[in-house]
């Protein structure tokens, strides 16, 4: 999926293999409170995607999904949910051949937004790129992303329609031309959502308070929550708070979810770092973002290399490491072991422990190694270590990934600047929701 390059990282991994997609097929469960406290749930499922023989190896697609509809009459659309990006934005060329597009002119209820109007000269500040006039005097938008993709088009505003519920005049780009590095991919799906602070987010625009998620590291559906998550069943959520800056850093992102990353535990060894390793410096660099549309972890230099030998001292005795200086897994995992094939079961491994100030999460068994489909050493697999080396990829932070992130009931706190976790069976609570398989 693609993330806009004022330092969104997800765009480094454009390709990933498991789709996580919000379908329509239950139906969504609407709570109806006040209008800054009502609650929409919408169920949530992991789908495979298989590998296709012509794609380059070791690429992956992870995206999340979910299915509305927009205009009046509506139409619907598939648009990729992203916690790493602000303006929201559907593909509008009407040129595109058999792929899915939003059409203005079908809708009544469609506005184009003047270059002239304080929602075009002001609220889009945290854009990479300034947003400018066109020949017809609207606002203009162009996202660049970090693969060289981009999109442009006009910002505008239409009524969305989310599990029965109307958002009208919801702000959006209406895109019309740009460049993509993966068009297969992209032709799936009709546009992204934006869900980080930033003033033209979706869940910013619509003022809710709170976000969730929970996804479910099986076939069961896990849930999206929009809304309070304060049910009688759920577990107590240990909370961390957003970090937050007044004045703008060249590295640092104000509007993503930044938190505090304090330490890293292997089974019930600490790595022994100093503080500062897991600090942003003077220009920003080193924040900690946690990203949905990422798939895995990506941690900073030294981090990463004390987490890595420590997680090979203490798996010597039941994982073979894959000796290949010229495998690297994504460009930035070079940790790979050799696994046989024949092997129902992974051996047991130490847990690794994310801490964070007030919270932590703790990612165990198969969530620690990934098998690459495709890649056969005589009898053997090969699975990697889901933790990679941000400085491989040249990202000055660390990034919190989805797949650490499955199993983990996930509460983005908007009111209160901070982030709750809990662990929970994400397959039980879509199912506390009426959510089924």
Request: glycine share 6%; net charge negative.
């Amino acid at each position: 999926m693609k993330i806009h390059s004022t330092f969104s990282f997800t765009a480094f991994l454009i390709l990933l293999q498991t789709r996580i997609i919000l379908f329509g097929s239950a139906e969504p469960m609407r709570i109806h409170r006040s209008n800054s406290t009502r609650v929409l749930v919408l169920p949530l499922k992991i789908q495979e995607i298989p590998s296709v023989p012509s794609k380059l190896p070791f690429t992956h697609n992870v995206t999340l999904t979910i299915s509305l509809s927009v205009g009046t009459p509506p139409q619907n659309v598939t648009m990729v949910l992203d916690t790493g990006s602000e303006l929201s934005w559907l593909q509008c060329n009407a040129t595109r051949v058999n792929q899915p597009v939003f059409e203005p002119t079908r809708s009544v209820s469609y506005s184009p937004i003047a270059c002239s109007s304080p929602t075009c000269t002001i609220r889009t500040q945290d854009f990479s790129i300034p947003a400018s006039c066109d020949s017809k005097n609207l606002c203009h938008a162009i996202l660049s992303y970090a693969d060289a993709s981009s999109s442009e088009g006009t910002l505008s505003t239409d009524t969305f329609i989310i599990a029965g519920s109307n958002f009208s005049s919801t702000i959006f780009g209406c895109m019309d031309s740009g460049f993509s590095s993966n068009p297969d991919e992209d032709g799936k799906t009709t546009g992204l959502m934006g869900m980080n602070r930033g003033a033209l987010s979706f869940v910013s625009q619509m003022e809710f308070k709170r976000f969730s998620y929970c996804i479910s590291g099986s076939d069961f559906p896990g849930i999206l929550l929009f809304g309070d998550s304060n049910f009688t069943w759920l577990v107590t959520l240990n909370y961390t708070p957003l970090i937050q800056i007044s004045n703008p850093l060249p590295y640092f992102n104000r509007v993503a979810y930044t938190v505090q990353l304090e330490g890293i535990k292997v089974s019930d060894k600490a790595l022994q770092l100093p503080k500062y390793v897991f600090e942003p410096d003077h220009t920003g660099a080193g924040q900690t973002m946690v990203d949905s549309g990422t798939q895995f972890t990506f941690l900073l230099g030294p981090a990463y290399t004390a987490l890595r030998n420590e997680f090979v001292n203490q798996t010597t005795n039941i994982l073979r490491v894959f000796e290949d200086p010229n495998f690297v897994f994504q460009g930035a995992f070079d940790l790979c072991f050799r696994v046989p094939s024949n092997s129902t079961y992974l051996p047991e491994l130490p847990s690794v422990s994310l801490l964070f100030h007030g919270a932590e999460i703790t990612v165990s068994r198969q969530q620690l190694l990934y098998r690459v489909p495709g890649e056969v050493r005589e009898i053997d697999s090969i699975h990697c270590f889901t933790f990679g080396n941000s400085d491989l990829l040249g990202v000055e932070a660390y990034i919190i990934g989805h797949h650490h992130q499955q199993n983990v009931w996930m509460e983005f706190d908007l009111e209160n600047s901070r982030i709750g976790v809990a662990s929970v069976r994400c397959d039980e609570a879509g199912q506390r929701f009426g959510v089924h398989r």
